[in-house]
């Protein structure tokens, strides 16, 4: 049975500017659902001073200027910003850990003024493990995050606190950062958009502009793709270093050569749902006059094996450095914390430079790949959101923790790694009623051909949203 969809950011936006609801009242529902959805443990910290202040201002600038609040895409849209990654001022983060206290305004960036120069208000930040080292969000230091669609199971990580909030309908859009499927992850695990920008379109700084040596990208999960289409063009582009600009193709025409990935081998099996979702999103899209090139999994297993090692030893060095340069106590943080922090130091500088070369050549078979293809459909989760607690953080074996998280999303780092851009969306729900995604990934640029195509299938209408969002009008 087909439930209603339940809108979008856009339309929200486009009901305020209608005025329909003030800004002022699209925040307070957002706050008083935001309470009402506690149990999710979808946000961590709420600051509704922060975010009736903004909405206040907007309201002014609907006013005043409302020529200027016009063109704003999100004008007095709640938001909320994740707990890792920005930042944004009026929101002190602490990545999900006891090493850092809630205090102070909150620090400014690059992305969090682009956000607000969309007309998004931030009130509040979202639920993520401790420094995004999990695929799923139920940090020590709480509050465990639940999926929204079910509650035993996880909302995916380290962006789960923003997918669970979008998904429950607390806010329509919401910050997320992707360094190993970080967006991409949870958008599949409640049913939303997630896309994770090519390496370099989006601003990072300017303190985290070479977070993680670029892996990482910073955007948004949201419940429609033209949301996400909409945030991209308002964010990208001018980030100042440490890349250069990325130039954006212009979208496609004509027959495209779309690949078809759904094996994954013995070792990464996806569940046949899972499997038949990304077949029959593939058949779409060749079904439009496009030509689909079977692809097998000895032709990528290389570079998802590299992928997956590259992204371990960064994250430990990375955060060995940050702990001894920052001088804190390891002892405040999770066991599982603890042995990356060791693994880092204990990392003999040949091991790195093996990972990082392993990457490139990973960014390299990508490349070749793409040489005969202008898209690749693949899975995004190779099963069902697993059960709360299924990554626990209280044990120390560090390779253990890795090869659960390419289990579940095999191939989710490698976007990350090699710099590509790809995106994730439903097609389709289970037998359960959970959402069944499936993930496109294309060359460094080409995020917009990953927008135009995610929005034709998106158009089939195969899975629709549960929740309403938080004041939208009747």
Aim: aromatic fraction near 6%.
């Amino acid at each position: 049975m087909t439930r209603p969809s339940f809108t979008d950011a856009t339309e929200l936006a486009g009901a305020i500017k209608s005025g329909k609801l003030t800004c002022v009242d699209a925040m307070q529902a957002a706050l008083a659902a935001c309470a009402m959805k506690d149990e999710l443990g979808a946000i961590t910290y709420v600051n509704p001073e922060a975010g009736l202040a903004a909405a206040h201002a907007m309201d002014k600038e609907a006013s005043q200027h409302p020529e200027r609040f016009a063109l704003r895409p999100f004008s007095g849209v709640p938001t909320v910003a994740k707990d890792l990654g920005g930042p944004f001022p009026g929101l002190p983060v602490t990545a999900g850990s006891r090493l850092f206290a809630r205090t102070g305004q909150g620090a400014d960036s690059d992305l969090a003024e682009r956000f607000r120069d969309a007309g998004l208000c931030a009130f509040g930040l979202t639920t993520s493990p401790e420094f995004g080292f999990s695929l799923t969000s139920e940090p020590a230091i709480g509050p465990i995050c639940r999926n929204p669609l079910d509650q035993g199971r996880t909302a995916g990580g380290s962006s789960g606190g923003a997918a669970a909030a979008v998904a429950a309908g607390i806010v329509a859009i919401a910050h997320a950062t992707d360094a190993g499927g970080s967006i991409r992850v949870p958008a599949a695990c409640c049913g939303l958009v997630g896309l994770k920008p090519t390496r370099g379109a989006v601003p990072a700084g300017p303190s985290f502009g070479n977070h993680l040596g670029g892996v990482a990208s910073e955007l948004a999960v949201t419940r429609s793709v033209r949301d996400t289409a909409r945030i991209f063009d308002a964010v990208r582009g001018r980030t100042r270093g440490p890349f250069a600009d990325i130039t954006q193709s212009a979208p496609k025409t004509g027959k495209l050569r779309i690949g078809l990935l759904a094996d994954t081998g013995q070792r990464y099996a996806i569940e046949q749902d899972r499997a038949q979702a990304v077949e029959a999103a593939a058949s779409f899209l060749e079904s439009r006059g496009n030509e689909l090139i079977s692809i097998r999994w000895d032709e990528m297993e290389s570079a998802v094996q590299a992928s997956a090692r590259a992204f371990g030893d960064i994250i430990s060095v990375n955060i060995a450095h940050l702990i001894d340069d920052l001088e804190l106590d390891t002892r405040l943080t999770e066991t599982m914390t603890q042995a990356f922090i060791m693994r880092g130091r204990a990392m003999p500088a040949t091991v790195l430079w093996s990972s990082l070369n392993g990457a490139v050549k990973a960014s390299r078979i990508l490349w070749e790949i793409f040489d005969r293809l202008d898209v690749i459909v693949m899975p995004m989760l190779a099963s069902v959101p697993p059960p709360i607690g299924s990554f626990p953080t209280d044990h120390s074996d560090t390779q253990l923790h890795l090869e659960r998280m390419t289990s579940f999303a095999p191939l989710a780092a490698l976007a990350n790694i090699s710099g590509f851009p790809a995106i994730t969306l439903p097609f389709g729900e289970d037998a359960e009623g959970l959402p069944l995604p499936v993930q496109l990934m294309a060359p460094m640029g080409e995020d917009k051909l990953l927008l135009q195509l995610a929005s034709a299938l998106e158009a089939e209408q195969r899975w629709q949203h549960r929740y309403p969002i938080a004041g939208f009008p009747a």
